[in-house]
């Protein structure tokens, strides 16, 4: 065996600096790509998304979304809501929405100060910030 190494000892050391090239380049820049990909595919369903709420709703006063590719997670979230000005009290509605599956991950619902639905407004922060890391 000594022998093998010691005739051989540079085919194995090029055999080992190609393994270790090859796994970088497949964990690290493929991935990095694919990561891109999915973060700018999710800026483009999220800028669908609020064109159509703005456009379905043209009554309502929406805030300004936040939007991101969860990597752990691995979808597209979207954070926005909006004030219904038709309400003599203030009506504020906030939302962290699933883009791929259109589920409402978080949900608020003001009337005035009176919780009406979902969580408290320091709740909706805390998940907020949790799920935008």
Known sequence: MKNFLTENWFKISVLI???IFGS??????VQGQEINTRKE????IAEEYRQNE???NPALSFF???YIYNKTLN????SGGYLDPSIKKANV???IKDLN????LVGSTYIGVEKYYGVDNAEFAKQEEMLFK
Not at 24 to 29: G, Q, R, W
Not at 41 to 44: D, H, K, N, P
Not at 75 to 78: A, E, F, G, S, V
């Open 75 to 78: 979808t597209c979230l979207y």
């Open 17 to 19: 600096i190609l393994l």
């Open 41 to 44: 595919g999710c800026r483009r």
């Open 54 to 56: 703005i456009r379905e």
């Open 64 to 66: 300004v979304p936040k």
């Open 24 to 29: 970088y380049y497949f964990l690290v820049v």
């Open 101 to 104: 599956t259109n589920e409402e």
């Open 93 to 95: 509605t906030k939302y």
